[in-house]
């Protein structure tokens, strides 16, 4: 297991799943149940943790794993890194 550093939102809770040998997906899960999927459990990847290198990554989808990034930059949505103006930062 993972020391995985975000605390679920209400509502949600995380799953870990082997993805390769050192690699770890992990999913974010809706409990809420939803008409289109016939009430059965949402879930949306969060990202990857490498256990070798101790890095986590953002997704680039399910299957594929994009760039390395700083957990102090994540949320507990995603691991996809905020695209933020100047403007915007400055205000942060």
């Known amino acids: 297991m993972i020391e ?3 605390t679920p ?5 995380y799953e870990f799943e082997d993805f390769k040998r050192n ?3 992990i999913w974010i899960r809706n409990s ?3 008409d289109y999927n016939l009430g059965k459990p949402v879930r949306c990847i ?4 490498d256990s070798k290198k101790r890095t986590y ?3 680039t989808n399910a299957k594929t794993i994009g760039k390395c990034v700083d957990i102090e ?3 507990p949505y995603t691991a ?5 103006t100047p403007l915007e930062t400055a205000f942060v």
Do not use: D, I
């Open 4 to 6: 995985f550093p975000h």
């Open 9 to 13: 939102p209400k509502g949600y809770s």
């Open 23 to 25: 690699v770890t997906a």
């Open 32 to 34: 809420a149940t939803f």
């Open 46 to 49: 969060w990202g990857f943790y």
């Open 57 to 59: 990554f953002s997704p």
């Open 73 to 75: 930059n994540t949320t």
């Open 80 to 84: 996809m890194p905020l695209l933020r």
